[in-house]
């Protein structure tokens, strides 16, 4: 029977010096950020997968980059939880710890996660690259929130105050502009399908200050397409390199490969496998054993606990 035991669990941590983490959308959403397949994983009437392919991109290219327009201003505005900041704090007190992330916030980053030691497997939210065939044009760290004009998240406006006979166009475009600038003025939550969207043209999407013809696109893997072949080659040259002491899988449904594949290739060099998950039946494609551990519950809390006998307090 799989363990839950973390004192078993911080025994076997203490002795292992080959570690390898699998990240998911689970350890963010301690942040605030929506995973894929739980709950918040539908944006407007669509599954977030549907969204997250070339097709879906073709199709529609504005409704795609309001998606990831939206995504980008939440990851913008969410904070690092204490999970990024124990597994960052282990990269730096064991270079032989490497950590695979399927997630694109860049949440691990600004933990201060050691970036040799981190290895993005589906990109990053705040790189952008050319789609046109011809061009080769990328932009890594683009902040730009929104990334256009056009794909600003609307803001809550008051209502604006009614015309009257007593009072001029003038007098009432005065007042209103004092409302909006006095007025609380929250942003709408554009992932709400009530919210209405105005379809946008195509040349008020990103384009390409290079070719100045296609049109840009997130620097993230979608659907059908190819993982970043130095971060394959790289976990598969760590892997070939010996024993693998302990594989920790956190906060992912492990139903996308490559990615979810990691595990049992782990295991099969060896390594003793603990899932920190809070669905308790997300334990990934392969069976734990009596030698694994499944913790159940938020990574936010867990992540730090599980750490705690080699990292301390966070
Ligand atoms: C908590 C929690 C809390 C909640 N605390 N836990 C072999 C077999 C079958 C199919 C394939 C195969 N090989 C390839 C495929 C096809 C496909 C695939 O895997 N399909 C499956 C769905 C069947 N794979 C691909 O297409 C990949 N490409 C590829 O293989 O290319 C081959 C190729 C070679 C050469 C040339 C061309 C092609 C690409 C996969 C790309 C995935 N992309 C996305 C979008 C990224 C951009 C974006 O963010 O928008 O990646 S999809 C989405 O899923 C995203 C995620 O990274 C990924 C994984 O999701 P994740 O992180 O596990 O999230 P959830 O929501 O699923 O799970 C959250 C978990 O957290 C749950 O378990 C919760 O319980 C838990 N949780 N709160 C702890 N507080």
């Not at 894929?36 to 392919?53: K, N």
């Not at 694109?104 to 952008?128: C, E, I």
């Not at 906060?251 to 990691?262: D, F, I, L, Q």
């Not at 039946?281 to 392969?286: A, S």
Request: hydrophobic letters at 40%.
């Amino acid at each position: 029977m799989v363990s839950s035991d973390v004192r078993t669990f911080s025994e076997h941590l203490k002795g292992s010096k080959r570690i390898m983490a699998l990240l998911g959308a689970g350890i963010s959403a301690a942040s605030g950020l929506p995973t894929f397949r739980g709950a918040g994983g539908l944006w407007r009437s669509y599954d977030a997968t549907e969204l997250a392919t070339p097709e879906a991109f073709e199709a529609n290219p504005d409704l795609v980059w309001q998606f990831y327009s939206y995504r980008r201003h939440m990851a913008l505005n969410a904070k690092p939880n204490p999970a990024h900041y124990a597994l960052a704090e282990l990269a730096k007190r064991n270079k032989e710890f490497i950590t695979l992330t399927q997630n694109v916030d860049g949440l691990s980053q600004r933990a201060n996660h050691p970036l040799d030691q981190l290895h993005l497997l589906h990109g990053n939210l705040f790189t952008v690259k050319c789609t046109s065939f011809y061009c080769n044009y990328f932009r890594e760290n683009d902040f730009t929130d929104p990334i256009v004009p056009a794909l600003a998240i609307p803001k809550n406006l008051p209502e604006p105050p009614p015309y009257s006979d007593d009072k001029t166009a003038e007098e009432a475009s005065e007042s209103l502009q004092n409302a909006m600038g006095t007025g609380e003025q929250t942003e709408l939550d554009i992932s709400d399908e009530r919210i209405p969207l105005a379809p946008l043209e195509r040349e008020l999407l990103p384009h390409c200050p290079e070719c100045k013809e296609g049109l840009l696109r997130p620097g993230v893997v979608w659907f059908g397409e190819a993982l970043p072949s130095h971060t394959l080659d790289f976990v598969d040259d760590w892997m070939k390199e010996g024993r693998i002491d302990l594989m920790l899988v956190i906060g992912t449904s492990s139903r996308v490969m490559p990615a979810a594949g990691y595990t049992e290739m782990a295991r099969s060099k060896g390594a003793r496998i603990a899932v920190v998950n809070m669905d308790g039946k997300d334990t990934g494609p392969g069976k734990l054993t009596s030698q694994d551990w499944s913790f159940q519950g938020d990574a936010g809390v867990l992540v730090p606990e599980i750490l705690k006998s080699v990292i301390g307090e966070i």
